[in-house]
């Protein structure tokens, strides 16, 4: 089953989320500091990340231009518009604990971005190993009990995107190796997780409150990653 690695994440992501809503009665003063620790561990992962980069400048560039498109499109906008309208479904009783919206789109940023996403549904769709998309189910899952017990019921749609996105990749993979040479796959990789690296810094950042970036809006950078690294192989 090609989607099983997809569908254990989104499932985890889940259950994860339902988990934290029931230990939400915790004390304010514990979630703040759990949220802080969240906060500066995922601050910790992006700069690791951020090291995987050959040509730094590159990930400059990219993020520059993905930036522009971005806030051109105002990503960040339509997410947050799709959380609440999701909230004014639920009613404020869902939101209890936490914006619908707020949950919904850091969630998705920090479930989304990075290279085990991509390489785990990669390993699934060509070879039918999901070891990897587990793993990272698992990371999610833990992950998403902490954050809906923080931000709210929003963060269980998350799952949503994720298994969108992890499912194409791994339905495609077979097609995606034909048109990508390995050198050329690896590379955009390498390249992506450092791009992605600079975004999950700047969510931690936001966790911690000592920010208020427009991350959504940095997301079509992933796509000129795509798009220079092309360019590099081929000329």
């Known amino acids: 089953m090609v989607l099983l690695g997809t569908f254990v994440n989104a499932l985890l992501i889940i259950i994860g989320a339902i988990a934290g809503r029931l230990l939400k009665g915790i004390p304010e003063n514990m979630k703040q500091t759990v949220m802080s620790a969240i906060g500066i561990a995922v601050t910790v992962l992006g700069i690791q990340m951020g090291f995987e980069s ?4 590159l990930v400059i560039i990219c993020l520059v231009f993905g930036g522009v498109i971005g806030e051109w499109i105002d990503l960040d906008k339509w997410l947050n518009r799709l959380g609440q309208f999701i909230e004014r479904k639920f009613g404020s009783k869902a939101s209890q604990g936490g914006s619908i919206a707020q949950g919904f789109v850091t969630s998705t940023l920090i479930f989304v971005i990075g290279a085990m996403g991509v390489l785990g549904a990669l390993n699934s769709g060509l070879q039918n190993d999901h070891e990897l ?15 809906a017990a923080t931000l709210g019921i929003g963060v269980l749609l998350s799952a949503i995107p994720v298994f969108i996105y992890q499912g194409m990749i791994a339905l495609f993979a077979t097609q ?4 990508i040479p390995e050198a050329a796959l690896e590379l955009f990789l390498q390249e992506m997780t450092a ?6 810094i700047a969510i931690g950042l936001n966790l911690l409150g000592l920010t208020k970036i427009r991350v959504a809006n940095l997301l079509p950078s992933l796509v000129i990653v795509g798009i220079a690294v092309a360019f590099i192989y081929n000329f």
């Open 176 to 179: 995606i190796t034909k048109v």
């Open 195 to 200: 791009t992605g690296g600079i975004m999950i």
């Open 54 to 57: 050959s040509n730094f400048v």
């Open 133 to 147: 998309l587990i793993s990272k189910g698992i990371i999610d899952g833990f992950t998403s009990v902490i954050l």
